[in-house]
Structure formats: C-alpha cells, structure tokens
C-alpha cells in the first residue's frame, strides 16, 4: 500500500472488469453507450445485478472495485432527459459497492469513479472549468471516507485531467489517473495532445499512479512506454482486444465510436493474461480491464500474481 507521491507499490492492485459489456454479457438490455445513459442505467433498474458483477471480480480475484456512476454525470443525465440526478444515482453506486465488498467478507478496496463529465472520447463536448470543478467536488463530498482512492477514468484533454487531479488530490491520499488515448494512436490522448505533455501536466499533483485505459491491449503496451518515462507509477485496464486495421483509418470526433471500435479482434482472457503478465514485467503496478473483459480475465490476471 503506498501513501506517498513516488513511493513504490509493494503489490499488484487488481481492478475489476469492464461494467457495460458485462452488464449485456448477464442479460441486461444495455442501451448503446453513444445516445443513453448507458450503464447508469443498471443503477436504476438492476441495482442488484451491479452488486452481482462486483462479486464476480471480487471472486475472480480483485483487490479494488470502482463504482458503478461512470456514466451518471449531469450531463450525459440531462442531454438524454433523464429525470434522475447524478448525485443520487452517485450514491447509490457506491453504496452498491459497498454491499458487495460486505458480502463478500474480503478485504477489498473501492475506487470512486470520477468520469469525463460528457460522452467518452469527446474532448471537443467538456464544457467550462467551474462546471467540471463542481462535478468532481460533489463527487469527492460523496465519496469521502468511504473510498480507498479516487480512479479518474478515461482522461480525453489535459484540461480534463488536470481538474480531475486537482480536486481528486485536494481531498483523497490515492489518486490514480487514467489517460485514453486517442483512436489509433497509442502517443495521442483524444484532444490530439501528446500522452507525454499529458502525463507531465498532472505530475504536479499528489498522484499515485497515472494508467491507460479502454484502448486495444497490444496498442496500450505502446502508450505504457510513454507513460513509463514520465510517471512514477503506471497502470493499465484495456479492452480485450487487439488492433486489426481494416479498411482507412476514420477520424473524426463524429465517427469517435467507429475510431475505437472498428479495428478491433477479440482476445481471450488467455490473450489478454500474456498482455497482462508484458505490463506487470513493465512495471505496471495497477492492472484490469475495460471494455468486454469479464471475470475470467480477471482471474487469468490474479494466476499471474501467485
Ligand atoms: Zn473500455
């Protein structure tokens, strides 16, 4: 356990898998992430499969769970007329959270979620710094002395992340920040910034750990050598699969979705544990997965650790 900027981890954290593709993979009538509440949706309608899925991880061998708000921001809530509240729904995520860690009678870690406020991978859609300052500060009222650490997710702007690590850091020892990147490039973040300027940008904060996340595996390897030379410490969660270029590259912010998930094949947990087993040799200190792992790859990573 670590509490000080720069101090080495002395253990592996493991995070649990990707919350969308799981939900869909157990029945839930998961609504298409670009025009709904996506996931948040669970929260309201299938709290208990949430708590489910938790102990699956958990089970599969996670030390750390993040809660389940990623996309119950105000507003992804408002743009698609929801007449829920993000605070609200906020808790009850954590909450959710917390029933699972108590179930499961394990000593485990729980990461408040602090999401990019609008869609994924959409830079270009964050709006004003007082409006994200006041996101992620009632975020870190609610999440205070209940969380173990703070996982900024899927960071799009330096901008971004670096309000996300400054409120993250004024109010929680542990602070991880992951970065996405952008497309198919592993050196880009998606605003087109450099990951490297991105990464030194928030060095200044009190941060524990700065990871990638919700890009193909072997294109996250690349992006992790960025990350590597910057950061103290490192950390991954990808999505279980590997580029595979198709037809022209596409683009644009409109086609955001079809940049990410177009050139994609499939991995296996299998796959995705030789992946895993290459970032922990890099030293990666904090390893899971996104979009469609399940527990299984989870466990895969867990046997690497014994
Ligand atoms: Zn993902």
């Given at each position: 356990m670590i509490e000080k900027k720069g101090e080495i981890l002395s253990d592996l954290y493991i995070l649990d898998c990707g919350l969308g593709s799981e939900l869909k993979r157990k029945g839930f009538d998961l609504p298409d992430w670009t025009n709904s509440i996506w996931s948040a949706q669970a929260i309201i309608d299938e709290p208990d499969l949430i708590v489910e899925i938790h102990k699956d991880s958990i089970e599969a061998g996670s030390t750390v769970i993040t809660t389940?708000?990623?996309?119950?921001?105000p507003l992804i809530l408002k743009d698609k007329q929801s007449k829920f509240d993000y605070k609200e729904l906020s808790e009850i995520a954590l909450t959710l959270a917390e029933r699972a860690v108590k179930q499961s009678g394990k000593d485990i870690m729980i990461a408040g979620c602090f999401p990019?406020?609008?869609?994924?991978?959409?830079?270009?859609l964050t709006p004003n710094k007082s409006e994200v300052e006041s996101f992620y500060e009632t975020l870190a009222e609610i999440y205070k002395g209940r969380v173990d650490a703070i996982l900024c997710e899927t960071m799009a702007s330096i901008f971004e992340g670096e309000i996300a690590a400054d409120v993250a850091s004024q109010h929680f020892k542990k602070v991880w920040l992951s970065w996405n990147t952008r497309g198919l490039n592993p050196s880009l973040i998606p605003s087109g910034e450099e990951l490297i300027q991105a990464a030194k940008s928030v060095?200044?904060?009190?941060?524990?750990c700065q990871l990638i996340n919700c890009a193909h595996a072997d294109l996250i390897t690349e992006s992790l050598e960025i990350l590597k030379s910057v950061a103290s410490n490192i950390g991954v969660y990808a999505n279980s699969s590997i580029h595979t270029s198709r037809e022209k590259q596409l683009e644009s912010y409109e086609n955001i979705s079809e940049v990410h998930y177009h050139h994609q094949t499939e991995i296996s947990s299998d796959e995705y544990a030789e992946f895993a087993k290459k970032w922990i040799a890099m030293g990666c200190k904090i390893v899971g997965g996104c979009c469609t792992t399940t527990p299984d790859h989870i466990k895969k990573i867990a046997e690497l650790r014994s």
């Open positions: 389940s708000n990623y996309y119950a921001t990019p406020i609008n869609v994924s991978f959409r830079p270009d060095s200044k904060f009190n941060l524990d």
